[in-house]
């Protein structure tokens, strides 16, 4: 597993909304009805919605993600764009007007530099355990500072490490790409993308590599399910004649 030291401005949504900018992509034309079924729908959503629950609500053999698309343009130069946050789509306020609702907006208490980066070490390396965060970040990580990651939703145990100890296994949510504005994990920076930011310094040591984030839910072959009581004893690792990881 390829290690990489995270920095706070990994997770900003200015840097994140630089970083993931898509190439426009041709669009289809589309009949203005069709456009106006879908606005209909996505505004009527009380959350994002996928392609598959459109697709259902839509006369058969329209092609839902061209006129996806074709919104999307259309909106681009408005004060809400349309967005796919998850592989969902929802409305979103412009990047560039979010100043104007700042003063509405609840003040989210920021999270510590330790959070900060145990959020990044999960996004990229999981499912990884307490013990391979502390690897990575080469200090301790308090039980305290994954606390506060799952009462946020953005981090949530996967399962048990076949290990001894069984450590729980932590990876990223829904809500982590929702609140980044992520459309995949996949579309986390990539070293070029940090060196370009200058969050990593260009001149790495030979066989440095920023590692390939997934989030696939299947467990892994080194994964068990997590069992019944897991979620309520939190971080606490079942008991084992062996000697705990963590």
């Known amino acids: 597993m390829g290690l990489v030291k995270p ?4 997770f900003t949504e200015e840097l994140l909304g630089e970083a993931f900018a898509n190439e426009e992509e041709p669009v289809a034309d589309a009949r203005p009805d069709e456009l106006r079924l879908i ?3 996505l505004f009527a959503a009380g959350e994002p919605v996928d392609e598959k629950t459109l697709r259902a609500r839509l006369p058969e053999g329209v092609d839902v993600a061209a006129l996806m698309r074709r919104l999307q343009a259309e909106y681009s130069p408005r004060g809400v764009n349309l967005v796919r946050i998850a592989g969902k789509w929802t409305f979103r306020t412009a990047n ?3 100043w104007l609702l700042a003063r509405d907006a609840v003040e ?19 499912p990884v355990t307490r013990a ?3 690897e990575v970040r080469g200090v301790s990580t308090s039980k305290g500072t994954l606390d506060v990651l799952l009462e946020t939703g953005w981090v949530r145990p996967r399962g048990r490490r076949k290990s001894p100890g069984r450590p729980i296994t932590f990876g990223t949510t829904e809500a982590f790409l929702s609140h980044f504005g992520i459309d995949a994990i996949g579309d986390l920076p990539g070293i070029e993308e940090l060196k370009g930011t200058g969050l990593i310094d260009t001149r790495l040591p030979a066989g440095f590599a920023v590692p390939l984030p997934s989030d696939d839910p299947a467990l ?4 068990d399910p997590l069992e019944p009581g897991d979620l309520d004893l ?9 000697p705990p990881e963590e």
């Open 108 to 126: 989210p208490k920021k999270l510590s530099r330790a959070a900060t980066e145990t959020l990044a070490i999960v996004a990229y390396h999981q």
């Open 220 to 223: 892994r072959e080194d994964e």
């Open 39 to 41: 606005e209909a729908l």
């Open 132 to 134: 391979e965060i502390e």
């Open 7 to 10: 920095r706070e401005e990994f």
């Open 96 to 98: 560039d007007l979010a």
């Open 234 to 242: 939190g971080l606490a690792p079942r008991p084992d004649p062996a």
